[in-house]
């Protein structure tokens, strides 16, 4: 730990005393500090209103079921909750843990405090079945209304099988359809004010408009917004219950599908962060292949973005455009990787295999290729007339709401707050590479794409350093830990073999321990929060995706607008909905 | 290198009055489009004609033979173990004497079935297997009618014999050869 750690640690100790139960040393390095369950919301509302340099955001809350566990932090506790903040002036994170050792768990809500809490601890009560007092729609958020138990709690099955065939009888549906009803006195909503009634209309969960199977509830006068509620989990796959299940190895693939957009960008954190467990340094080529990729995945993901994004707004042409550049950049994807937007390349201590012959060629293609098309997009959508009426001053809202609701990546730049996580704590080596940080003025839905736009040339310009700049030597760490170790050295005699028998079938071995772990990814920041219990999978596998809270914050900006504007707004956004239910 | 810690500030410079004419905007767009008519089409006609793969893609499993048409696999299971998606079941079997132009091995699949409903095709298992024995192939995944039609059996996959059908045994392995090498 370093001074300053041990700076706001001794000063949290001095205010608190007794509250404050331990501090605990870490892999990441975050200060962490278990707090008792009473005082909480104290030690939270001093950390984010009243010491210097504060900690504005609320950048994760989550919790971990202790009940399976060996090597104990904290011997009573059988729930941890734990929140995450983050101090744009200090540039670092905090942990709070707060241990529950009842039964029946509860601990007070936060929500008064940050309102960005309300969905993250609707979330910890779907999953681990802890009350949180004062929380103002305490209910499912992921899971159907009609669920028996809570997933993340390790008495829960983890596989479907261990749970009987599906069956959906004729009560059984009325039951679920029923849930699903939406009754708006139960979310504090009138059905009509002074004069006149309100229309309530289901937007979704089929709707081109939302991207995916999202569905929000519109509370309208008119054509105007007075009220939105997003109704998410239709895609919940259980990514973070799938973690605990896989062996650190063969969890590697399901990362890929977070955010089916951002393809490797998945595999960055998730891999980084079983890195700094076990820690396993990483050869300097591994490093830039893997930087390369990742910007090869913004463009696409944010090609994507470009092209539906104009759709929404009535530009039928941009969208064909986009895909066939990003067809390209597949290209690209596909002579490296195998694979087109699932390509699981990333491994524990490096990547898969190294850079096929030719790909120079293939990137420098795409390089030349590409700053035409996007000057030629310029012109066709960022200078479009309607494309700017109808979004310039459309969904604006400041810095000090973002970091309120916990708003990273472009939708924070574009405020004009110059935040990257690549420039401010640099991993994998971008401090060594020349780029700039876009940022705009507004807030509105046009700043947030020609942000998106820039950063598509900044993207080009890492990707050329790269290209021109790319080490020799290994692509894979010669560490123990390495999966799978290089073959080069696994077939030779017995023991190299048995070696890689294990490796394959157990996997690597993770000493215990946690670390968090964030990478900037397309949609904002992204961050796998692992907690090793010293065996061959993870203890705890919690994802922290950025569109979570970008969904949550989507009604606080689309209030008093029409539905057409909300459509920009979403897409603006620019969210995945695999990203918001993992 | 110089680094630039700079924020940029992206351009939000207002419109020309052409711009902002509302049929200059229309008319833009169609030419735009009218342009892209005489462009090469960026288009396939699937099936009839088929686009390349690299050389490394992840497509159906094909269960590899050595130069001698022997089977390579030796039913160790490591695949079946490394596959995320729990896809691959197989059964072993010990080889008699005689067989030794069949099995590479002592022991080898009797049975070795991929359910491909199941796989994801991430390619682990090729990762997996201290036999190259097998590997994904540059072909993708057809359609069938029925559930069972997807659970491949050993013969759907297994290469053809490289000494009595040398032809498509060579376009079977497509350019596997040089992939395995780089992957050494
Ligand atoms: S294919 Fe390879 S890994 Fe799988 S059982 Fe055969 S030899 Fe073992
Ligand atoms: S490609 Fe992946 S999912 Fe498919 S059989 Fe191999 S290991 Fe299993």
Redesign the pocket.
Known sequence: MTTTDNDIISELKNKFGEAILMAQPTKDEFPTVWVDAAHIAEVLKYLKNEISRPYKMLYDLTAIDEQAKVHKVHQDSKFTIVYLLLSFDRNNFIRIKVPLSSDKPSVTSITKIWPAANWYEREVYDMFGVNFEGHPHLRRILMPGTWKGHPLQKCHPARATEMGPFQLPEDKQDEEQDMLKFKPEEWGLSKSNNDEEFMFLNLGPQHPGTHGVLRLVLQLDGESIVNVVPDIGFHHRGAEKMGERQSWHTYIPYTDRVEYLGGVMNNFPYVMCVEKLAGIQIPDRAKVIRIMLSELFRISSHLVWYGTFAQDLGMMTPVFLTFYDREKLFGIVEAITGDRMHPNWFRIGGVAQDLPNGWEKMVKDFLDYFPKRLKEYDKMVMRNNIFKARTVGIGVYTTEEAIEWGVTGAGLRATGFEWDFRKKQPYSGYEQFEFDIPTAQNGDCYDRAVVRVEEMRQSLRIIKQCLDNMPEGPYKSDHPATTPPIKKYTMIHIETLINHFLNVTWGPVIPAGEAFVGVEATKGHNGYYLTSDGSTGSYRTRIRTPSFPHMQFVPEISKGYTIADLLAILGSVDYVLSDVDR | MQLTQRAKHVDRHPMTWIERLYFWNILKGMLITLRHLFKRKATINFPEQKRSFSSVFRGLHV?NRDEEGRE?????????VACPAEAIT?EAAERLPGEEQLYREEKY?AKYEINMLRCIFCGL?EE????D??YLSQTFAPSNYSRKGFIYKKDDMLIPNPLTEPETYKKALGERPAKMIGNQ
């Open positions: 269960l390579r696999c030796t039913a160790c299971g490591l695949c079946a197989m699949a298992c997996a297997c201290p036999k024995a097998i």
